[in-house]
């Protein structure tokens, strides 16, 4: 494995330690290349940490697409992780359009806009974690179709739905919402007392109903089992950790602004190793 890719592996490793250790079940050829996606990932998911306001995210961001378009100025090998998603993208002939879409998403983050429906979480959690898995699901079927769209698109959202419920303390600090706007107007959720770290019962309602709708696409996913092969579940594997984390904070007492939501490094290695001992239990949960 070459400097760069070994590069990428370290950024999982420090940063995305779930998705590192999911990625140690594949096979040893094909883990250079998740390792590769997920540091993009990694690269274009924490632009808003790196940045001071929009405008840098901004070009950070437009940098990434016109490297995918091949027009980025500079020399891309200088960056590691961009050097290594362009070695994957040529092995596994990987779909441009759906890295460029990740990118576009990820607008979103660098602003303090609400997000207006649930529809439109949705479909940022599609453009976002579903893209990633199938991406990845792409990579272990060495570059083939693996014919698993749609069981991606309901595992993505799952999981991504349940990381932002998990975020909310964080993201209510610094004033952005994920929580869709007609989800909080339908149960009557102040903002302002939200910023403040104020938990309400409305606010409990509000995320209850969205553990309602992980709880829907965890059903859906697992209606779908049966289209995963065992060759690319390893990039469904992060989705093992979904019901875990949901019934952590669906226990009573449980205050989704102040009390920790975090399973032990421990305890998350042995739901990954268990589900990987399992054909397709990554996505039953």
């Not at 995918?68 to 993208?89: C, E, F, K, W």
């Not at 441009?96 to 949705?122: C, H, K, Q, S, W």
Request: aromatic share 8%; glycine share 8%.
């Amino acid at each position: 494995m070459s400097s760069d890719f070994d590069y990428a592996q370290d950024l999982v490793y420090r940063h995305d330690r779930d998705r590192y250790l999911c990625a140690l079940f594949a096979p040893a050829e094909h883990r250079p290349g998740l390792m590769a996606l997920y540091a993009f990932n990694l690269e274009i998911a924490r632009v808003r940490e790196l940045v001071s306001d929009p405008l840098p995210g901004e070009v950070r961001l437009q940098w990434w697409r016109d490297f995918l378009a091949g027009t980025a100025h500079g020399d891309g090998s200088a960056n590691p992780v961009a050097a290594a998603l362009a070695r994957t993208i040529e092995r596994y002939r990987l779909p441009v359009e759906a890295l460029i879409g990740l990118i576009d998403a990820r607008v979103f983050d660098l602003y303090d806009d609400p997000m207006p429906t649930l529809n439109d979480l949705e479909g940022y959690a599609g453009e976002t974690a579903s893209a990633l898995i199938q991406l990845a699901a792409i990579v272990l079927a060495d570059g083939e179709e693996p014919g698993t769209c749609d069981v991606a698109g309901h595992a993505g959202v799952a999981y991504a739905l349940t990381g932002l419920m998990r975020a909310l303390p964080w993201h209510a600090a610094r004033r952005q919402l994920y929580l869709p706007a007609d989800l909080l107007d339908r149960h009557g959720v102040d903002r302002e007392s939200l910023f403040r770290g104020v938990t309400t019962p409305e606010l409990k309602a509000a995320l209850a109903e969205l553990h309602g709708h992980v709880r829907h696409h965890l059903g859906r996913v697992r209606g779908l089992v049966g289209r995963v092969s065992p060759t690319v579940a390893p990039a469904f594997l992060p989705v093992c950790l979904v019901e875990p984390f949901l019934k952590q904070m669906e226990r009573p007492g449980f205050d989704p602004l102040h009390s920790p939501r975090d399973l032990s490094q421990l305890r998350r290695q042995w739901i990954i190793w268990r589900a990987a001992r399992r054909a397709g239990c990554a996505l039953a949960g």
